[in-house]
């Protein structure tokens, strides 16, 4: 009986440094924010680009639309380092490029941690509280919720004049957020979908990138 009283002290202790640790990571996961997104991408992209012409082209909906102005800005700066130039005119351009974005409410399930004060039976720093699946014991609090997010999207469309207006680029990133904050998204998508340009036919990637 008093190896099993040990051995009860010794899990609670190990419990206590291990919720411990693991609020000190969370507290300092919130001071380093950290942008997440997945881009899919599909191109033939043609040789010898390195400085040809390039035109954001609005569509019907988009033409004299601030938003729009705002978002083809964030693009054209992501588009700099890929080598391509903006065009003086629609006509003089090699590539015509056609964005789309929208920000969609939907709803998924997700594991997330809950303040273990919220349950009886937490006395202390070593002490065990109730978790949904395991019941009265030691643990951490973890459950699995509906949340509603939204799906912040950047798309990209890229023809090429020269093969006679033939899709040559196509990219879409998508990042969620528990609010609606596309404008302070867009250029984290914009940046994510030109890295590591034109990058492969059909890839699907994780981009992160730290929040200025």
């Not at 909906?61 to 380092?81: E, I, K, W």
């Not at 490029?97 to 594991?111: A, K, T």
């Not at 009265?136 to 990209?156: E, F, H, K, N």
Request: proline share 6%.
């Amino acid at each position: 009986m008093k190896g099993s009283g040990m051995d009860t002290a010794a899990t609670r202790r190990g419990w206590g440094r291990w919720f411990s640790g693991l609020c000190l990571a969370l507290m300092l996961g919130g001071c380093a924010s950290v942008f997440s997104a997945q881009v899919t991408r599909y191109q033939q992209w043609p040789e010898n680009t390195q400085g040809a012409t390039y035109w954001i082209e609005p569509d019907a909906t988009q033409r004299n639309n601030l938003q729009f102005q705002t978002y083809a800005d964030t693009v054209r700066a992501a588009l700099g380092p890929t080598g391509l130039v903006e065009a003086q005119s629609a006509g003089a351009a090699r590539f015509t490029v056609h964005m789309e974005y929208d920000s969609p409410l939907e709803r998924e399930w997700r594991q997330e941690f809950v303040d273990p004060y919220m349950y009886p039976g937490f006395y202390g720093p070593y002490a065990g509280f109730h978790h949904p699946r395991w019941g009265w014991g030691m643990g951490p609090a973890i459950q699995t919720v509906a949340v509603d997010v939204y799906r912040l999207t950047l798309s990209v469309r890229i023809d090429d004049r020269v093969q006679q207006g033939r899709e040559v680029y196509r990219a879409t990133a998508v990042a969620s957020s528990r609010r609606d904050q596309l404008g302070a998204a867009m250029p984290y998508l914009a940046r994510a979908l030109f890295d590591r340009f034109p990058g492969r036919n059909g890839q699907v990637i994780e981009v992160r990138y730290p929040v200025e």
